[in-house]
T-cell receptor, first 115, second 116 residues
Framework: NAGVMQNPRHLVRRRGQEARLRCSPM?????VYWYRQLPEEGLKFMVY????????ESGMPKERFSAEFPKEGPSILRIQQVVRGDSAAYFC?????????????FGSGTQLSVL | AQSVSQHNHHVILSEAASLELGCNYSYGGTVNLFWYVQYPGQHLQLLLK??????LVKGIKGFEAEFIKSKFSFNLRKPSVQWSDTAEYFC??????????????FGKGTKLSVKP
């Protein structure tokens, strides 16, 4: 059972371009979380999705950021018109259920660098 | 706002030294507590977790943590570190309020460097 797969591992974009980050959860996991880690900061929650639904996007910036988790395929975090401040490591995590004893499994992250 | 504080940004130890990494959170209600480790170039892995019961929790690779509710703390310990423990360690807390489950809140992390 492969772990949580994120790609690309490194992504370089120029200001104003779009960034698309992909996350394939572990097999059988229908809950996906995205976290962002800025330099010298801890991981900050961005969004929680369950197949085809956004459950909690309280950590997402109001503009330029969007996320989806379609019925088929990976979850996508999309950042439009990137700015230098978007440079960070973006981590995805998945879990099989949301219950009291939920355990998250993390991917290796995508390092986004905006030039 | 609820927060998680990790007191040490970078800890440097020699092999066989004892380790204690501090973690405090600011919330008086029900919590689940976690320590994650990130080895260089790898994903976050769960070291140990506390949900309820015995406040002394044992995890993988000889790590343990003690939940002290009165101090809002969940410090990570290991009696004798090895060079292979060099990594970044993250404390995380999940809050429960009004029957709802919150998302994981992470501390800023502590980098541990173990000298051979």
């Amino acid at each position: 059972n492969a772990g949580v797969m994120q790609n690309p591992r490194h992504l370089v974009r120029r200001r104003g371009q779009e960034a698309r980050l992909r996350c394939s959860p572990m097999k059988g996991h229908s809950h996906v979380y995205w976290y962002r880690q800025l330099p010298e900061e801890g991981l900050k929650f961005m969004v929680y999705l369950q197949k085809e639904n956004i459950i909690d996007e309280s950590g997402m910036p109001k503009e330029r950021f969007s996320a989806e988790f379609p019925k088929e395929g990976p979850s996508i975090l999309r950042i439009q018109q990137v700015v230098r401040g978007d440079s960070a490591a973006y981590f995805c995590a998945s879990s099989p259920d949301r219950g009291r004893f939920e355990k998250l499994f993390f991917g290796s992250g995508t390092q986004l660098s905006v030039l | 706002a609820q927060s998680v504080s990790q007191h040490n940004h970078h800890v440097i130890l020699s092999e066989a030294a004892s380790l204690e990494l501090g973690c405090n959170y600011s919330y008086g209600g029900t919590v689940n507590l976690f320590w994650y480790v990130q080895y260089p170039g790898q994903h976050l892995q769960l070291l140990l977790k506390y949900f309820s019961g015995d406040p002394l929790v044992k995890g993988i690779k000889g790590f343990e943590a003690e939940f002290i509710k009165s101090k809002f703390s969940f410090n990570l310990r290991k009696p004798s570190v090895q060079w292979s423990d060099t990594a970044e360690y993250f404390c995380a807390v999940r809050l429960y309020y009004g029957g709802s489950q919150g998302n994981l809140i992470f501390g800023k992390g502590t980098k541990l460097s173990v000298k051979p």
